[in-house]
């Protein structure tokens, strides 16, 4: 299974990006798609979550209301839409996935390779 998160960059505060990881060799459908981060210098924290369907999902307190998890069965694609971005924001963002639910990276199996996210004050 290979996943590769794409859509990173530079942006002012307030502004916007969508994010995409595309999942190749595996059942896209079989899988909960996460996202994490990890801001320079710290630990790997959770960003969100979304079912196999796309019908249940979950955020960090940090960006509920500002991101938006989505996925595309038919396009093997997950999809995280983030609003109203802060220089907090700012960190390498990666798409992780597995058959079970869960908020800890530890609970995925599958990584991409990152995407940077910079947001200037």
């Known amino acids: 299974v290979q996943l590769q998160a794409s859509g990173g960059g530079l942006v002012q505060t307030g502004g916007s990006l969508r994010l995409s990881c595309i999942v190749s060799?595996?059942?896209?459908?079989?899988?909960?798609m996460g996202w994490f981060r990890q801001p320079l210098g710290k630990e790997r924290e959770f960003v969100a979550r979304?079912?196999?369907?796309?019908?249940?999902?979950f955020y960090a307190d940090s960006v509920r209301g500002r991101f938006t998890l989505s996925r595309d069965n038919g396009k093997n694609t997950v999809y995280l839409q983030m609003n109203s971005l802060k220089p907090e924001d700012t960190s390498v963002y990666y798409c992780?996935?597995?058959?079970?639910?869960?908020?800890?990276?530890?609970?995925?199996?599958?990584w991409g390779q990152g995407t940077q996210v910079t947001v200037s004050s």
């Open positions: 979304i079912s196999w369907r796309g019908d249940n999902t």
């Open positions: 060799g595996g059942t896209f459908s079989s899988f909960v």
């Open positions: 992780a996935a597995d058959r079970k639910l869960g908020i800890l990276p530890s609970a995925y199996g599958y």
